[in-house]
């Protein structure tokens, strides 16, 4: 018996010593829709999007940063046709999660962090010698608030919805330029 009851001890103390993972960040799947066929003969992926900064940038406290989730997109959904010298550039111009305080304006609501995800990009179409052709763009934010003291699994799930925001709204916004702009070169 008392064999047992120090072995439950040891099982539970030794279970709360476990790290508590998050899951990854999941790319949306595109299997059901066609790709944005681009009529060039590569897609190239740009960043100026400088290293990660200090408070209040949080994207070193993400899953995914929201630069990766944008070059992800990229990898994912733009496909050359091969059917033209010119180049395609996928530049990311902005991509950046920002956390401000949101304190509280009644008596029995907590202190939020407001998170916001901010983003703007350029698929420029240039020819052999480096001339624009065509150029879309696509920027936007999403943003969301939290209460300062939830758990990292929470405050995670929140950025993981924030990407998936995003990357939606730059599905379709970019879909539609696409396919209003670049298809006839």
């Known amino acids: 018996m008392r064999k047992t009851f120090v072995g439950m001890i040891m099982t539970f103390a030794l279970a709360a010593c476990v790290p508590q993972y998050s899951n990854p960040y999941k790319m949306k799947d595109y299997t059901q829709v066609p790709l ?10 740009t ?13 070193s406290m993400m899953p995914m940063t929201p630069e990766k989730a944008l070059r992800n997109w990229a990898l994912i959904r733009l ?4 059917s033209t010298n010119n180049k395609a550039q996928f530049i990311i111009e902005e991509a950046s999660m ?3 305080e949101d304190p509280k304006d009644r008596f ?13 990009v350029a698929l420029v179409v240039e020819d052999e010698e480096g001339a624009v052709l065509k150029t ?16 990292e699994r929470e405050r995670d799930t929140l950025f993981m ?14 879909t539609k330029e696409i396919q209003q702009n670049l298809i006839d070169l």
């Open 36 to 45: 944005l066929e681009l009529p060039v003969r590569r897609v190239e992926t």
């Open 47 to 59: 960043s100026y999007v400088s290293g990660l900064e200090r408070l209040p940038h949080v994207e």
């Open 79 to 82: 496909r050359p046709t091969y």
């Open 98 to 100: 920002i956390r401000e």
């Open 108 to 120: 029995f609501v907590l202190d939020n962090y407001k998170y916001t995800l901010s983003y703007k």
């Open 136 to 151: 879309a763009e696509a920027s936007g934010f999403v943003s969301e608030s939290q209460p300062q003291n939830a758990s």
């Open 161 to 174: 919805n924030l990407l998936g925001e995003m990357e939606n709204q730059l599905d379709e916004k970019l």
